[in-house]
T-cell receptor, first 113, second 112 residues
Framework: GQQLNQSPQSMFIQEGEDVSMNCTSS?????WLWYKQDPGEGPVLLIA???AGELTSNGRLTAQFGITRKDSFLNISASIPSDVGIYFC?????????????WGLGTSLAVNP | GAGVSQSPRYKVTKRGQDVALRCDPI?????LYWYRQALGQGPEFLTY????????KSGLPNDRFSAERPEGSISTLTIQRTEQRDSAMYRC??????????FGPGTRLTVL
């Protein structure tokens, strides 16, 4: 099925470093969502973006909805070991009653204490 | 319940058998989604419901896959005549407002 371009595919960083990842699409979206998935668990929503240009923070996490509506980025500041996991972006285009999410392939983050 | 629940958590079956996977969404959630997730990959959309109506089934791989949500709450994903390539984690999610989706723990299906 259709999936978003998410990069980087994986990152290995030192504790305390900042992290940045992004997603791009050939289609425009009404909503961008960022999820984190821990091993053996389902994805958990981190940040939701509803408006082009919107910049939203959740603690050490900051995400932006690109003004073209075709991209989004997620930044994590001052990383800590519990940030380890796979981060997914997801885009949603409202088309009538359709609320299907299109997902990125994920960014795997490893943090060295 | 407090969250989305799925059963069984693990299912091992022989090729050719039918399986039924159950999802119990968060009470009151209108939308229910089924995904399939391969190891190290993002969720792959299968189908979704608003109340009891199946709004989109474009992600179902073939006609061996079907889903229902007859009373607008619990949903069942059925795979007939299972094949080894059907082995995957099947995840269900529910949503109140069509934005934030809450995921269940998944059912790990293994077809021998």
């Amino acid at each position: 099925g259709q999936q978003l371009n998410q990069s980087p595919q994986s990152m290995f960083i030192q504790e305390g470093e900042d992290v940045s990842m992004n997603c791009t699409s050939s289609s425009i979206f009404n909503t961008w969502l960022w999820y984190k998935q821990d091993p053996g668990e389902g994805p958990v929503l981190l940040i939701a973006l509803y408006k082009a240009g919107e910049l939203t923070s959740n603690g050490r996490l900051t995400a932006q909805f690109g003004i073209t509506r075709k991209d989004s980025f997620l930044n994590i500041s001052a990383s800590i070991p519990s940030d380890v996991g796979i981060y997914f972006c997801a885009g949603q285009l409202y088309a009538g009653n359709n609320r299907k999410l299109i997902w990125g392939l994920g960014t795997s983050l490893a943090v060295n204490p | 319940g407090a969250g989305v629940s799925q059963s069984p958590r693990y299912k091992v079956t022989k090729r050719g058998q039918d399986v039924a996977l159950r999802c119990d969404p968060i009470s009151g959630h209108v939308s229910l989604y089924w995904y399939r997730q391969a190891l190290g990959q993002g969720p792959e959309f299968l189908t979704y419901f608003n109340y009891e109506a199946q709004q989109d089934k474009s992600g179902l791989p073939n006609d061996r896959f079907s889903a229902e949500r007859p009373e607008g709450s619990i949903s069942t994903l059925t795979i007939q005549r299972t094949e080894q390539r059907d082995s995957a984690m099947y995840r269900c999610a529910s949503s109140l407002d069509a934005n934030e989706q809450f995921f269940g723990p998944g059912t790990r299906l293994t077809v021998l």
